[in-house]
């Protein structure tokens, strides 16, 4: 972790961001423009998800932004844990509506209406849908990627005959996501349960793959809910069983969001800028002239060449003949996170050869210009490689596995702060009681991230009041 993001994360996020030209802000509060690099990585991000859901039989459709007050009120607990972040449109035309609508916080309420009409008998289920869309949470406190008022995701919406399919499809959407954000990503992650309190609303269980970031606070990178049969209770989807019966169905729901750009920026990021995985680079390669290279037409001519070689590849490759200096250049491409940089020179084309900095490591190498390609492919993957590995041993550092005891976190914290380093996650045990859990939160701001699947070791006491403990979960700092 450099000096910069020591001193105050946030500032260098959001200094990084805006120096990589990924967004802007617009004058509507907690609402971000993406601008072509940032929506790029959104659009890798979606490619991969597209891919792993059409393979496992999901399809894409789209349904509309705005939903009746009444849909909310069918499923109490769906509409007390949203109302708050709820944005409402009251009129139209200049008329007050007869009902007013709500900008989306997530798609059950209406998916729900429309599949008790999609969904008659055995023979239409299950119902695999996913949704490209935008949403909105009217946030307090915003921060552009991480958690903004509308902010662009997928959600999933599933229906099936019975519990046992739907359990099965929620664990499979789950590890779809930690898939994706550790192979392309290059972000490792816990996977794990929530517990009751930080619950989807409305969901009988809900599952999370959470990461840690550089700062040590933890984002909620993707989750996925068992919904039982409460949404198809609450809007009446049926469906005629084999045996000539009508029975509810077992939905679930499930989502990650552009929050993974922001991850990737704090997990990655350094002094200079951005890091990206080569997976999800908008520009993996940048080819830069060097030296008195315009009276010297044979480098362009060799760059051309590379060019379109890496081009052929399938790599997503710039070249740089702008009239900056090199310097500038160099910095301008390693602020914007390129993973390779290639240099050529008159000397360089004399050896034959041609400077490669890769931007996750130190210092520069030279490699032959035979089989340069081939080199450039060989790099980006052992980055992609090396990405993960550094992340994972940042994170498993500062995973703390020895705290037994409320005093014994507050005191951990309180010598973090003084030798100014992060007080990262935290293993502990729970008894399972909402109010032990509160306590933690009131006193160290530490929250619940998941009771995770496979965790490092067992906690037997609960941390706040020292009774048995019926979970070993992670706690930490989020955003």
């Not at 993960?388 to 010598?415: C, G, P, V, Y």
């Amino acid at each position: 972790m450099s000096n910069t993001q020591q001193n105050d994360f946030s500032k260098w996020y959001i200094d990084t961001i805006q120096k990589a030209d990924l967004m802007d802000y617009t004058p509507v509060r907690g609402c971000i423009a993406f601008k072509p690099d940032g929506f790029e990585i959104w659009e890798h991000i979606q490619d991969e998800m597209n891919r792993r859901f059409k393979e496992t039989g999901h399809r894409n459709a789209y349904f509309p932004m705005l939903i009746p007050e009444s849909f909310f009120q069918k499923e109490k607990d769906h509409i007390e844990g949203f109302a708050p972040e709820l944005p409402w449109v009251t009129e139209a035309a200049g008329e007050p509506l007869e009902e007013k609508l709500a900008l989306r916080p997530t798609s059950e309420t209406m998916i729900g209406h429309l599949y008790s009409d999609w969904i008659k008998s055995y023979r239409d289920l299950p119902v695999l849908i996913n949704q490209w869309a935008n949403v909105f949470r009217w946030e307090k406190k915003t921060l552009p990627f991480i958690r903004t008022s509308e902010f662009l995701w997928q959600e999933g919406h599933t229906a099936h005959a019975n519990e046992e399919e739907a359990r099965h499809e929620t664990m499979q959407m789950l590890n779809i996501y930690k898939e994706v954000v550790e192979e392309l990503l290059a972000i490792p992650v816990y996977d794990g349960q929530k517990t009751p309190s930080e619950r989807f609303a409305g969901a009988v269980d809900t599952y999370s793959i959470e990461a840690m970031m550089k700062d040590g606070k933890a984002v909620q990178a993707g989750t996925s809910h068992y919904l039982g049969s409460k949404f198809a209770e609450a809007f009446d989807i049926k469906y005629l069983t084999k045996e000539n019966k009508h029975e509810f169905v077992h939905t679930t729901s499930w989502g990650t969001s552009t929050r993974l750009i922001g991850s990737v920026i704090m997990v990655h990021g350094d002094e200079q800028g951005l890091v990206l995985p080569p997976r999800v680079a908008p520009t993996q390669v940048v080819l830069i002239p060097v030296g008195p290279w315009k009276k010297n037409p044979a480098i362009m001519e060799k760059l051309d060449e590379i060019y379109a070689e890496l081009k052929s590849k399938g790599i997503r490759v710039r070249l740089d003949d702008s009239d900056q200096s090199p310097g500038y250049k160099f910095n301008e491409w390693e602020l914007k996170g390129v993973p390779v940089r290639v240099e050529l020179g008159p000397r360089d084309l004399e050896n034959a050869q041609a400077m490669l900095k890769l931007r996750d490591e130190e210092g520069k190498e030279a490699f032959a210009l035979e089989g340069l390609i081939s080199e450039i492919e060989n790099q980006l993957t052992a980055m992609q490689s090396r990405l993960l590995e550094k992340a994972r041993t940042f994170r498993d550092e500062n995973s703390h596995t020895n705290i037994e005891t409320l005093e014994e976190l507050s005191a951990h914290i309180a010598t973090s702060q003084e030798n100014n380093v992060i007080p990262g996650w935290i293993l502990a045990g729970w008894c399972g009681e909402d109010a032990c859990e509160e306590h933690v939160k009131e006193e160290t701001k530490f929250t619940t991230r998941n009771i995770p699947f496979n965790p490092p070791v067992e906690k037997h006491t609960c941390i706040n009041c020292g009774k048995d403990a019926k979970h070993t979960v992670w706690f930490a700092r989020a955003y």
